[in-house]
């Protein structure tokens, strides 16, 4: 079992900038990825940014694309998500995830946190 405990949320104004991260209770160099989503109230679940361990390779969403970057510091088996350019449409719970390659992490995950609430006003 795999345990993921996001900080950094907040509420900030349009344009602003925040930094999520999450701490995993393994090492995150042992899982196959790692990743964020997002749930706004009335909105369907969307996946935003996925890292994977074995080529680094990073997806986005089409709709962060340009603004958010993923990353991830094996030494501290923490994944961050750093956001910049916020519009008030980014405004949701975003979950932290884990998967050791049953999931792909930006479509479905075996883990999740417990979520942070990123508010963004206009």
């Known amino acids: 079992q795999v345990q993921l405990v996001e900080s950094g949320g907040g509420s900030v104004q349009a344009g602003g900038s925040l930094r999520l991260s999450c701490v995993a209770s393994t090492y995150t160099a042992s899982t196959y990825c790692m990743g964020w989503f997002r749930q706004a109230p009335g909105k369907d679940r969307e996946g935003v940014a996925a890292?994977?361990?074995?080529?680094?390779?990073?997806y986005y969403a089409d709709s962060v694309k340009g603004r958010f970057s993923i990353s991830r510091d094996n030494a501290k088996n923490t994944v961050y998500l750093q956001m910049n350019s916020l519009k008030p449409d980014d405004t949701a719970m975003y979950y932290c995830?884990?998967?050791?390659?049953?999931?792909?992490?930006?479509?479905?995950?075996?883990?999740w946190g417990q979520g942070t609430q990123v508010t963004v006003s206009s």
């Open positions: 890292i994977y361990t074995e080529n680094g390779y990073s």
């Open positions: 995830v884990a998967d050791n390659g049953v999931g792909d992490c930006y479509t479905g995950s075996r883990y």
